[in-house]
């Protein structure tokens, strides 16, 4: 089988639904599968996947993963794939014919190991005046991309899981997604492909952005307020933290060679250059509000969010450290119990 594209859902079975009618559409070149990993859904997400299997012009699969989060759910769905190439994907996309074909070119034209493709809206309500139309930060919030006309490799730019293709030996390599750093319910934690890219540059693998790759992505109404982004540049405060603590990885751009904490001056867990880069933004976040540029305004306020996010868990991770080491410390000792 030369294709397996792999949909990790949760609770999104409408969604589902009209993912697998795009589905349906492609016409690659060689055989392929789908398989749907729903992660816990109570809703009727399975029904909806053993309808459409029916007539599907593919093998249409639905695996159930039990552990809660997209890590663990889109690597249930590799392990199961049989496809020389794996191509992620979200619940809410739209595909033209030949996007699978797209991916096997870029692997070949590149000679690489992993590809990822541009990613743009269908807009599911007003886009709003702070929220650029082309590109920027901002775009990663509702998982958009466009790095431009060209191929770009992924060193410091990283891809989006929404639409990306893996030589399968690429996970042999290095390794599945990291079920720690992935979004999960409740949550809004969203690291594993940038964990997943640092480790597999480590491991020698090359990816890069192919921009004829691409996909639609369906943008909710409900996503197209400042109350959501400020959630998620808090919660990618968060993620950046819980990297730092795990490998060192510098918290505004991971990309960067791992730093010696040690090394570095903190105050309350944090390195204390963040401290003034935050007081910088929430200036220039006044400086342009007062001249009303809302891009560059809203734009700077979500890096304090993004600083806010780490502080807290620095701070809980400094915490339960000194907790972990109380409770040692205060365990009777070998010698005192004999």
Not at 126 to 146: E, M
Not at 152 to 170: D, H, Q, S, T
Request: charged share 25%; proline share 7%; glycine share 8%.
């Amino acid at each position: 089988m030369k294709y397996s594209v792999v949909i990790a859902t949760y609770n999104r079975a409408a969604d589902v639904r009209e993912t697998l009618a795009s589905l349906a559409g492609l016409r690659p070149s060689g055989a392929w599968e789908v398989i749907v990993v729903d992660n816990n859904s109570p809703d009727d997400t399975r029904t909806v996947v053993e309808s459409a299997a029916a007539s599907f012009p593919a093998p249409l699969r639905y695996v159930f993963e039990r552990e809660q989060g997209r890590s663990p759910a889109l690597n249930a769905g590799i392990r199961l794939a049989q496809g020389e190439i794996i191509v992620t994907t979200d619940d809410d996309v739209r595909v033209d014919p030949d996007w699978l074909d797209r991916a096997a070119e870029g692997l070949d034209r590149m000679q690489c190991d992993y590809v990822g493709g541009r990613v743009l809206p269908i807009w599911g309500g007003p886009r709003p005046a702070w929220l650029p139309n082309r590109g920027g930060k901002q775009w990663a919030v509702i998982a958009l991309l466009d790095y431009g006309p060209e191929p770009i490799e992924f060193n410091r730019r990283v891809p989006l899981g929404v639409n990306m293709a893996f030589r399968r030996e690429a996970f042999a390599r290095a390794g599945m997604f990291d079920p720690h750093t992935g979004r999960k319910a409740g949550t809004l934690l969203g690291q594993e492909v940038r964990e997943w890219c640092i480790r597999a540059r480590a491991a020698g693998l090359r990816g890069f952005y192919v921009p004829a790759m691409a996909v639609q992505h369906i943008i909710p109404a409900a996503r197209l307020n400042k109350r959501y982004f400020r959630r998620w540049f808090f919660w990618r405060g968060i993620s950046r933290a819980m990297l730092y603590e795990k490998a060192g990885l510098d918290m505004e751009a991971p990309e960067q060679p791992a730093i010696d904490p040690a090394a570095v001056p903190h105050v309350f867990g944090v390195p204390r250059y963040l401290y003034r880069r935050a007081l910088a933004s929430a200036i220039d976040c006044v400086r342009a509000t007062l001249r009303r540029d809302v891009v560059t305004a809203f734009e700077q306020e979500l890096w304090v969010w993004f600083f806010a996010g780490i502080v807290k868990q620095r701070w809980q991770d400094r915490h339960g450290v000194r907790a972990r080491a109380a409770r040692v410390a205060a365990r009777p000792s070998t010698v005192a119990r004999l």
